[in-house]
């Protein structure tokens, strides 16, 4: 029995279907309320002004991993039902600096593209529409990338396996690093903002 | 930032911390033995003996991703295993199982020919801590079907038809199961034709 989330549900079914909504609703206000909908706020973290989205989705991944870590302990949740994506070096590499650009130029990815689409942005709706015609010319272009599509194939890594370490060890470690992370991002926030308040007093 | 959300957030911050300190010191995030034991003695004596199954399709999704931990048992005998196995399976038999080398929050997939085998397999590993052994359902046949010639049909078309072709399977087109659904009487008109064998026992020739 897997609960709270009915992840035995097969791949498409309503019920599958609704949860994935619901989820997505939920991600979407929060992005919304962190204030992620807007491309100023995104290009911040660029500028190094305002990392509001390191600090946002470092939380997001701390706290996902400990409640699948403690789900899992408390035997609601079976992570070996868990979908971990595979890992392939080449493509994620090419497609992590298309991405990287492309968030560089728009403000936007495409998570916060669809909240500022939904509240109204023109230039949200530019990128998710950017991004739907990248999505249309990559899987046009895939049969003649065959090669490059499947490059580097290494399965499902995780950090502990890669690392040799116990996943409860790797857990700390992770969170460690988000705090210490937390820390340098907020010294250079301070670092950063401190002329601007200067000039406006 | 108010007094009263930098509590909150102390808190957060203070209550993050003390549950990764506490997962380094649990180690492993398999269900506790605590929570595995949870009830009376009587009530698991009690309880119905039903083996967790697993489909085919999903066996072949963790043995493509190399899913961590992951045996797959075959309990057929060496015959049939050397005839016919599934990729990564290791031949073992019933008797085996006692001893069998492998730690408790591994995955392990039972399969054989056998309904009443493949209980007693799993609920020999069950009894023994194994609380990820699962048994495939359909066994080898059903391997045979869903991941070496499954009839593709709707959304997830495309995807069981790549997990095929990762284990050199052969996925069909469900048009070649409405051709033949469309056309029932083929089956009968074998049935109908002369024996196939000719007067030494041997397969007669068609078509010559």
Redesign the interface.
């Known amino acids: 029995m897997i609960a709270p989330f009915p992840l035995s549900l097969p791949?498409?079914s309503v019920g599958t279907l609704g949860v994935a909504f619901a989820v997505g609703i939920g991600f979407g206000w929060c992005l919304e309320r962190a204030g992620l909908g807007s491309a100023r706020k995104l290009m911040g973290q660029f500028h190094l002004t305002d990392l509001a989205v390191f600090k946002v989705m470092f939380s997001a991944i701390?706290?996902a991993m400990?409640g699948?870590?403690?789900l899992?302990?408390?035997?609601a949740l079976d992570?070996?039902r868990v979908y971990?994506p595979?890992t392939f070096i080449g493509p994620q590499l090419a497609g992590g600096l298309v991405f990287g650009a492309g968030m560089a130029l728009a403000g936007l990815c495409p998570g916060t593209s669809c909240v500022a689409a939904a509240t109204g942005r023109i230039d949200g709706l530019a990128v998710v529409g950017g991004f739907f015609t990248g999505v249309l010319a990559t899987g046009l272009l895939v049969p003649k990338l065959g090669s490059l599509y499947a490059g580097g194939a290494r399965?499902?890594l995780?950090l502990d396996?890669l690392l040799g370490m116990?996943?409860?060890?790797m857990?700390?470690v992770v969170?460690?690093c988000a705090?210490a992370g937390f820390v340098v991002a907020e010294w250079i926030e301070h670092q950063t903002a401190a002329p601007r308040v200067e000039t406006e007093s | 930032m108010s007094a009263s959300l930098r509590d909150v957030r102390r808190a957060l911050?203070a209550g993050?911390?003390m549950?990764?300190?506490l997962?380094?010191?649990?180690?492993?995030?398999?269900?506790?033995t605590r929570?595995?034991s949870s009830g009376s003695e009587d009530a698991r004596r009690l309880a119905p003996v039903v083996p967790a199954n697993l489909g085919a399709l999903q066996l072949a999704a963790w043995i493509r991703?190399?899913?961590?931990e992951l045996r797959v048992l075959d309990l057929r005998g060496d015959s049939a295993y050397e005839a016919r196995h599934i990729p990564s399976a290791e031949p073992i038999q019933l008797s085996q199982l006692d001893t069998l080398a492998s730690s408790v929050d591994a995955?392990l997939v039972l399969y054989s020919d056998d309904d009443v085998r493949d209980i007693q397999a799993w609920a020999n590993l069950a009894a023994r801590g194994h609380r990820?052994a699962y048994v495939l359902s359909g066994g080898m046949s059903s391997w045979m079907e869903e991941v070496m010639e499954p009839m593709l049909h709707?959304?997830?078309a495309d995807?069981v038809a790549a997990l095929s072709r990762y284990f050199g399977g052969a996925p069909r087109a469900a048009r070649a199961r409405e051709e033949r659904v469309s056309r029932p009487d083929t089956k009968e008109a074998e049935e109908r034709a002369p024996a196939t064998t000719d007067a030494f026992g041997e397969p007669a020739r068609r078509g010559c």
């Open positions: 791949s498409g701390v706290t400990l699948l870590f403690w899992s302990w408390l035997g992570l070996g971990v595979e399965g499902s995780t396996a116990r996943p409860g060890v857990t700390l969170v460690a705090m | 911050v993050g911390l549950l990764a300190v997962a380094a010191v649990v180690g492993s995030p398999a269900p506790s929570v595995a991703e190399g899913s961590r995955t990820r709707g959304d997830s995807y």
